[in-house]
């Protein structure tokens, strides 16, 4: 993030490929023999995937000895499948492809270091991962220009890391550290930055996200500017209904919500089969009316220019987009949970599939953008930032008691919510027709 990035090309037909690309879903007339067929509409979901995996996972009941039944998942399918290529991207040039590597790597390394933290018994309850979705944190918020919104959901560890917010902030946070944002009060990952880093944070009722990042895109452009908003949402977390009403809300208002939904195969223990029956969640946003487009969300290049499309979307003011990024948890939902529902079968498949290992020999192998020594320094690099940061992350004090009664009330205007871009535009009531309303004048 921060760097210059290359805008989205034209494609053949003249329109942005952030408009038509994207396939907003278009009624086209089919055909039985010349005459068009009415009864039929079909609309496009465009996919940018170069594999698609095609397995399903079932559920056995079985009944042990003393007659006590157990639930237990069977992976059926073609596990066997060579591992794609990475895509090449049709934006990002050697020295960004390069950066946001150096990301997945700083996430995945990381929580590597929060693991061992959590053994040491260094940190304060549990610690979420988002192994094996790293492309899909780092390329996404990386897609994102500085002046946009952005809010993440407990696994996108690495898109913080993009956001700039150093590794030992997450650390601290969940060491319940004096100088972690939530200064000990949270051990998870509930914090953000309205101030400099246009960061909301996570919540924890899934899918609340959604309509608090449209209201922040209805703010800023209440204020004059069409800002992209950034969110996630689970495969399980979809399914609540506030997810139904932010998107819709978002579609209806033409508002930049972008929202990534990562389909990682398990929500908790649940299966994406016994979470919803379409083929893929992308073909939701047929019914909200907006575009929606299916990426391999291990392969960093095609979540960053799905990203990039949708955010260039959002600024022109074009509206929301659903990017449905496929992947697989590659650990359990927290640190408690071992997965052992998960058929081992799965988890070799899409080991085979890491991000990491596959961007790196894209940059290394295929590009020759990294020499193997380069990547080894790099690498090298990575690992002295971290260690540098968990320092800084233990050497933290734990908080006082007494620091405990503060930040719970706004103290001495602490938390006054100032219009950030400019006033809000509103209509002067010159007659019947008009009324200024309440929401203007409670912000004056
Ligand atoms: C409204 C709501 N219902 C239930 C929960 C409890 N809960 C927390 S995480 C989770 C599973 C989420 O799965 P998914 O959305 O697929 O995200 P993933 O963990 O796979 O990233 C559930 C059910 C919650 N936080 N909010
Ligand atoms: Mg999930």
């Known amino acids: 993030m921060g760097n210059k990035k290359t805008r989205s090309k034209q494609n053949s037909n003249g329109n942005r490929v952030g408009t038509a690309a ?3 879903p278009v009624e086209r007339s089919s055909t039985k023999g010349n005459a068009p067929n009415t009864d039929l509409r079909t609309y496009s979901i465009p996919d940018y995937r ?12 079985e009944t042990d000895h003393q007659g006590h039944e157990h639930v237990r998942y069977e992976v059926e399918g073609n596990l066997d499948a060579p591992v794609p290529p990475i895509r090449d991207s049709k934006y990002l040039d050697k020295s960004q492809a390069i950066e946001i590597y150096r990301y997945m790597l700083l996430n995945r390394k990381m929580e590597v270091a929060l693991e ?3 053994k040491q018994g260094k940190v304060v309850g549990g610690v979420y991962f988002g192994l094996g979705q790293e492309a899909c944190s780092c390329a996404s918020a990386y897609a994102l220009d500085k002046d946009d919104w952005f809010a993440p959901m407990i696994r996108n560890q690495g898109s913080l890391l993009v956001r700039g917010f150093g590794a030992s902030v997450t650390m601290m946070q969940y060491m319940a550290k004096a100088d972690s944002p939530t200064k000990g009060r949270d051990g998870t990952a509930h914090f953000g930055d309205i101030e400099k ?5 996570p919540i924890s009722m899934l899918g609340d996200l959604i309509p608090v990042m449209a209201g922040v895109a209805l703010g800023a452009r209440l204020q004059g500017r069409n800002l992209a908003v950034m969110t996630y949402i689970g495969d399980g977390g979809q399914s609540t209904g506030v997810t139904y009403e932010g998107i819709n809300f978002a579609a209806v208002q033409n508002l930049g919500l972008v929202l990534f939904v990562e389909s990682n195969l398990w929500a908790y223990s649940t299966p994406s089969e016994m979470q919803y029956r379409c083929k893929d969640l992308a ?13 391999d969300g291990t392969d ?8 990039r499309e949708a955010v260039e979307r959002a600024h022109a003011g074009e509206g929301p987009t659903l990017i449905e990024a496929k ?3 590659m650990k359990g939902h927290a640190i408690h949970d071992a997965a052992a529902y ?3 079968p799965m988890f070799d498949f899409w080991k085979k599939r890491d991000p990491i290992a596959r961007f790196e020999n894209y940059l290394v192998k295929e590009k020759k953008w990294l020499t193997p020594k380069e990547n080894q320094d790099l690498i090298a690099e990575v690992e002295a930032e971290i260690e540098a940061e968990r320092e800084i992350a233990v050497n933290s004090p734990m908080p006082t008691p007494e620091s405990a009664e503060g930040g719970v009330f706004c103290e001495n205007g602490c938390h006054q919510i100032k219009p950030k871009y400019g006033m809000p535009k509103v209509k002067k009531g010159t007659g019947a027709g008009y009324k200024e309303t309440e929401a203007a004048v409670h912000l004056k």
């Open 327 to 329: 992947m697989m948890r």
């Open 197 to 201: 880093r246009n960061t909301v944070s």
């Open 22 to 24: 994207l396939g907003r």
């Open 283 to 295: 073909e939701r946003a047929i019914g909200y009316g907006i575009p929606g487009v299916i990426v």
């Open 300 to 307: 960093a290049c095609q979540v960053y220019d799905a990203a």
């Open 342 to 344: 998960v058929p081992k």
């Open 116 to 118: 061992n933290l959590y």
């Open 50 to 61: 170069l594999e698609h995996p095609d397995f399903t996972v079932r559920q056995r009941v």
